[in-house]
Every structure is written in C-alpha cells, then in structure tokens.
C-alpha cells in the first residue's frame, strides 16, 4: 500500500518536469511581459521594468559563457560597456540611431571577445576568472581615462533606437520587450544546437571532450564571442534608455550581478537564468518601503535560496534527465 502513495508523487514530480520543460511556458511569460504596462503603467514602474528586461539581456549573454560552455567570467560588464559606447559614439558623433549602430556593436564585441579570449581561453578556474576581472576593470578605466569617451562624465544626448530623442517609456518597453525576446530565443536554441552540445562536454570534462575530438579552444571562443554579443546588444539598450552613459555604470558590481542571476535561476538553464535575472532586478526595488535596511534584507534572502536550493531557482534538465523521470513516473 506505501508504494501507491509513491507512485502518485513520483507521477505528480513528472508532470511537473514536464509542465517547466513546455514550450508554452515561455510564451506565457511574455504574454504576461506585455501585459504588465496595462496593469502598471507609471513612468516609474516601466522604467523598473525596462531595467530588468535589459538586466534579462545580460544574464542570457552571461549563461552562454558560464552555464553553456563552464567558463568563469567576472568582467562580463566590459562587453555591456563596449556595446554601449560604441552606439553612444556613433549615435552622438554621426547623429544616427542607434538602430543603425547595431552592426558596428556587433563587429566591436568580436572583436573584443576575440582580443581578450584568444590569448586567455587556454587558462582554466581561477586563473581565467582573474584575466576576465582585470579586463573588465581595463576597460572601464580607459573609458575613464579617454576624451572621445567624454571622461568620467561619460556620453551624454544618446537618441532613442530610431532617432527619437525622447522615446514613449511604453513603446520603448515594448521595444525591448520583443528584442530581449528573440535574443532569449536565439540563445536557447544555440544551446540545444551541435555547438551547444560542443559546450557542454567543455563544461562537464574538458580533456574528455578534447579526447572525444572536441577542439575545445575554438568552442570556448565561440562561446565567449557569443556572450560579447549578447552584452553589447544589451549596451546598446541601456544607452537607448537613460540617452547618457559613465563609467560608473559598468563596474564590477555589475558584473557580480549578472553572474549572481545566472547562478541564482539555475546555470545553463534558460528560463532559470530569465527567472533569475527579473529576481535580482525587482526585489531591491520591491523591499524600497525598508529603507537603508533592503540591501541587508536582499543579501539575507539571496543566501537562504541558495542554501535551500544551491541547483538555483530553475536548474538545467537535459532531455534525457527528462525522460528518466516521465519513465519513473509511470512506473
């Protein structure tokens, strides 16, 4: 009569997996994104709002690295900054929209995930992590420290994405909404791929995988040049919505923020990644009402989750983890 009870449960925990596995699950987390202005539609609020889907932009950028391929990366706001710049530049200097700079933030982040990839991929752990750190923190120095880049008062006038200089707060959610979308998409779709697999067998034995014929080096770069992308194309977002940038906006606290996020949702699992990033967005804002006390609050509630659920909020399951559990539960 015990087994019966268990079997129950273990048909309840399937049909669970295979509610989070759905497709229409995602979709149902953008239908609610672009209701949410009806309900809440202050200038406040959207601009909350706006912040958090770029924030969403970042972590799938940062997954890439960190959850896709297992490369430890701690300078990740280098890439936002130079997405952000470059558009910044080309939007001020040229008088474009920023629309029109998007395949020069393209270009430049290769071209940056190249020069800081090709010579440190081959590093591993800790040693990559301090690599990425130090250029992270490179980058933000020079923009500092560079006239072109307006010093440490940064770039300022930035148009919206289609030449508007002062962008409906809505319409540009809605924008960024769809845009973030696709990216999130892209993104899931690159890691169920040939070279998504390519990367999880970096991740999970780098020298099996090696072994195995995998040519690990062009894989971990492939990796690192996609998250580049991912995070310029968030820069150029982030200038859009605030029309100036500094420095000051790509420390390493940002860094640790998005890397929290991806390791809060769940590394390499793309919704826990989106799940993670609206948490560490929002619930600052949502604790505002306890005044110098919500940073305190916020990091107490951060290391509960973590000790009660270390996977992360939504952790990563293979198809094949999948269809162990729908067998188990039709036992």
């Known amino acids: 009569m015990a087994a019966v009870p268990e079997r129950a449960a273990k048909r309840r925990a399937a049909t669970l997996s295979r509610l989070l596995e759905s497709r229409h699950l995602g979709w149902a987390g953008l239908a609610v994104g672009l209701a949410a202005p009806f309900a809440i539609a202050t200038p406040y609020a959207m601009n909350i709002m ?89 980058v933000r120095i020079v923009a500092n420290n560079l006239d072109v880049t307006g010093g ?50 970096v991740r999970e034995d780098e020298d099996a995988a090696e072994a195995m014929g995998v040519h690990t080096y062009r894989v971990k770069l492939a990796a690192y040049i996609a998250g580049a992308v991912w995070g310029g194309l968030a820069g150029v977002l982030f200038a859009a919505q605030l029309s100036a940038i500094s420095p000051a906006s790509f420390t390493f606290l940002q860094s ?39 940073f305190f609050v916020f990091g107490v509630l951060l290391i509960a989750m973590m000790i009660g659920r270390p996977q992360g909020l939504w952790p990563h399951r293979s198809r094949e983890t999948a269809r162990m559990a729908a067998r188990s539960g039709g036992a």
């Open 256 to 294: 640790a923020l998005v890397l929290m996020a991806v390791v809060l949702g769940g590394m390499g699992s793309t919704p826990g990644v989106v799940l993670g990033a609206v948490v560490i967005s929002l619930l600052p804002e949502m604790l505002r009402g306890l005044a110098d006390y919500r």
């Open 152 to 201: 440490p008062s940064g770039i300022y006038g930035i148009p919206g994405l289609f030449g508007d200089h002062v962008a409906n707060p809505v319409v540009f959610y809605y924008a960024a909404l769809l845009i973030v979308a696709v990216a999130v998409l892209l993104a899931a779709r690159l890691g169920r791929s040939r070279l998504g697999r390519a990367w999880r067998f």
């Open 50 to 138: 706006t912040s958090a889907v770029i924030f969403v932009m970042l972590a799938v950028g940062l997954n890439i690295v960190v959850g896709y391929c297992g490369l430890l990366d701690l300078g990740f706001a280098a890439f936002f900054a130079v997405g952000a710049y470059t558009s910044g530049l080309l939007a001020t200097r040229l008088d474009w929209p920023l629309v029109a700079t998007v395949p020069f933030v393209i270009a430049a982040t290769v071209i940056a995930g190249i020069v800081i990839g090709g010579p440190t991929l081959r590093l591993r752990s800790d040693y990559l992590a301090i690599v990425t750190l130090g250029f992270g923190e490179i």
